[in-house]
T-cell receptor
Framework: AQSVSQHNHHVILSEAASLELGCNYSYGGTVNLFWYVQYPGQHLQLLLKYFSGDPLVKGIKGFEAEFIKSKFSFNLRKPSVQWSDTAEYFCAVTLDTGGFKTIFGAGTRLFVKA | DARVTQTPRHKVTEMGQEVTMRCQPILGHNTVFWYRQTMMQGLELLAYFRNRAPLDDSGMPKDRFSAEMPDATLATLKIQPSEPRDSAVYFC???????????FGPGTRLTVL
């Protein structure tokens, strides 16, 4: 069955530390890839997305993600986190199965210590 | 700045009661999604519509849940009868296309006692 795995459920970092959140999916066909962020008490909003082209995509607030097709991965990175990055991060994959189906990962809660 | 709106934001009800949640998608978006978020299950897709037609509701318990789009500006999710296990945050999202970015509403926090 198709699935999206986020390896870390909770991550705690100090400010200025580098961040990498893993995301892997299980589907061999065409995909669109997304990272969403949910700040405390707020709704989910788009951080970045990949449809095609350059596999390294840049999003808002200094985030970037790299699509590695051979590894079925779309990891999220940020060189230096800030306290305001404390949030929950969701990887999502839209599968082209004839129709389109979006699957969200379980989410990673990031806490950044000031 | 166009946004998805949801009402009510919070709902507390007793087991067995009917619950109706409403969503107004962003004008011009032709795809609407309903999700349920719990600590245990994370974010689950319940149903989605394109051009007001239901495309997939396989994630929804059919015996008690129903989702409709009476018109392009309103999507509803009903639970009848509600059960304590339905307690969750229910999000509506809309998008310009099924495979594109989804814009989420603020959610309805449902508590069933």
């Amino acid at each position: 069955a198709q699935s999206v795995s986020q390896h870390n459920h909770h991550v705690i970092l100090s400010e200025a530390a580098s961040l990498e959140l893993g995301c892997n999916y299980s589907y061999g066909g065409t995909v669109n890839l997304f990272w969403y962020v949910q700040y405390p008490g707020q709704h989910l909003q788009l951080l970045l997305k990949y449809f095609s082209g350059d596999p390294l995509v840049k999003g808002i607030k200094g985030f970037e993600a790299e699509f590695i097709k051979s590894k079925f991965s779309f990891n999220l990175r940020k060189p230096s986190v800030q306290w305001s990055d404390t949030a929950e991060y969701f990887c999502a994959v839209t599968l082209d199965t004839g129709g389109f189906k979006t699957i969200f990962g379980a989410g990673t809660r990031l806490f950044v210590k000031a | 700045d166009a946004r998805v709106t949801q009402t009510p934001r919070h709902k507390v009800t007793e087991m067995g009661q009917e619950v109706t949640m409403r969503c107004q998608p962003i004008l011009g978006h032709n795809t609407v999604f309903w999700y349920r978020q719990t600590m245990m299950q994370g974010l689950e897709l319940l149903a989605y519509f394109r051009n007001r037609a239901p495309l997939d509701d396989s994630g929804m318990p059919k015996d008690r849940f129903s989702a409709e789009m009476p018109d392009a500006t309103l999507a509803t999710l009903k639970i009848q009868p509600s059960e304590p296990r339905d307690s969750a945050v229910y999000f509506c999202a809309s998008g310009p296309r099924t495979k594109d970015t989804q814009y989420f509403g603020p959610g309805t926090r449902l508590t069933v006692l």
